[in-house]
Structures are given as C-alpha cells and as structure tokens.
C-alpha cells in the first residue's frame, strides 16, 4: 500500500503531490479544504489557523486522509444508495452503512446524525485499511472525511464532488 507523507500545511505540500481542487465550506470559511492527487490516491487536507484560549498562541492544526482515486465515483453511488429505498434496490431497512473494498482498500460508508457537527445528519467516509496519521498501527482511529448535509445538499459539496468524480471516470485527473 502507498503510504503518501505528511505534510503540516498547504504552503509545504511536497512536489509529488498535485494539487487537484479545493473547496470552502460556507460553516468555516477561513479554513482550507484542499485535494490532492498522490500517484493513484486522492489525498484530503483540512487545516486552519487555532486559537488557544489561554495563551493567545496561534496553530495551524490540519488532518490529512487517503482513498483510493476511484472513491469519487463511490461516494457518488453510495449517496444514491442510501436515498434508494429498499423495495427499489437501496439500503436495507435498519442499516446505517455499507462496506466495500474499492481498489484493495476497505471503505466504509455511515450515515450519522451529528456529522460535523450538532444538530444535523450527514454521511462519514471511512477508509478502514489506513489508520490515521500520528496514531498507533493498532488503534481504530481511520482516516476519514465527513460530508454534513448542509455542506453536502446546500454548500456545494455534492456538485464539488460529482465534478472531481466526473473528471476522474474521464481519465483527466
């Protein structure tokens, strides 16, 4: 498996990486949504500027998660999925999720009722084959991304997404 390096912030993204789109989120304008194409992962960067409260100090803090190229396409399929209804194909009554190995990677799907935050439902992709950065080989902590239904239906992440899926499925990633 590729393990693509961590980088600390947008300014420092290593060369091998190519930098492919980036999009805001209308709830957190000031904080950066950038991805990256690393060989044949899609590679996600979050990052913005934190306060700590006590000192007045300022950080950059950021994550970072891999997927395999072809997740574009999936998330796409799986939000078809899960607004099917049973009777006509889509997700099982009672099931909140759906696994699938995409590329030799473990994927997994949720819908949630407090995705980014309180108040409002939304889907977390999960790539259950890479733990997160910084974190133990053993741990349970996946590298993963949220889509929160206002960002998705009302903040333009779904066309965002449905965009870089198109171009990835047209061979111009």
Not at 120 to 125: A, C, I, K, P, R
Not at 144 to 171: M, Q, S, T, V
């Amino acid at each position: 498996m590729i393990i693509p390096e961590e980088f600390n912030h947008p300014s420092q993204f290593p060369g091998n990486f190519k930098l492919i789109a980036d999009i805001k989120k209308p709830s957190k304008p000031h904080k950066d949504f950038l991805f990256y194409k690393y060989e044949n992962l899609l590679v996600i960067f979050t990052g913005g500027n934190w306060t700590n409260k006590k000192t007045g100090e300022v950080k950059y803090s950021h994550y970072q998660a891999c997927f395999p190229l072809a997740v574009l396409p999936w998330v796409i399929k799986m939000l078809d999925y899960f607004d099917t209804p049973p009777n006509e194909g889509g997700l099982p009554a009672g099931k909140i999720s759906n696994k699938e190995e995409i590329d030799g990677e473990l994927l997994l799907f949720t819908r949630g009722v407090c995705v980014g935050g309180p108040d409002h439902g939304g889907y977390n992709l999960e790539n259950l084959s890479r733990i997160a950065y910084g974190w133990e080989d053993d741990s349970n902590y996946y590298q993963g991304f949220d889509f929160p239904d206002p960002w998705l239906y009302d903040g333009g992440l779904l066309e965002f997404w449905k965009a870089l899926a198109n171009k990835y499925e047209n061979g111009l990633l």
